[in-house]
């Protein structure tokens, strides 16, 4: 599900996504209330203006916590701190899915990464 709002002119789509895992794999005891932690990425085709966008993975559950940071890339994907502001907001886990909002606030599409980290 993509939504689109008033203030967008190119949509993101994932070129470059996560591997499926299972959650057997990595598994250690972490303590507290934590039982696992998982880190990913992904990369996204250019894209400006704000969206719903949804990252589909196997490690997350309407009980996970969902940390999702943005960040701007060059042609060899090596993220950078540019001019344009990339913001991540409204971080709803699913099933097996995230649904977030993301506004880069510039006037052409720029490609992007999101890093997201998953607590169980």
Do not use: C, Y
């Not at 303590?31 to 894209?47: D, H, T, Y």
């Not at 502001?85 to 995230?98: L, R, T």
């Not at 052409?108 to 997201?116: A, E, G, V, Y």
């Amino acid at each position: 599900m993509t939504a689109t709002e008033p203030t967008a002119t190119r949509i993101p789509r994932i070129t470059q996504g996560l591997q499926s895992a299972r959650h057997e794999e990595h598994l250690a005891a972490i303590g507290g209330n934590l039982n696992a932690a998982w880190r990913g990425w992904v990369f996204w085709s250019p894209g400006n203006g704000t969206f719903n966008l949804q990252i589909p993975w196997n490690v997350i559950g309407t009980d996970s916590t969902v940390v999702i940071t943005a960040s701007e890339i060059d042609s060899n994907n090596n993220r950078f701190v540019g001019a344009a502001p990339f913001q991540v907001s409204s971080i709803a886990p699913g099933n097996g899915i995230v649904t977030f909002k993301i506004n880069i606030g510039w006037n052409s599409p720029l490609p992007m990464r999101t890093d997201i980290l998953v607590f169980n």
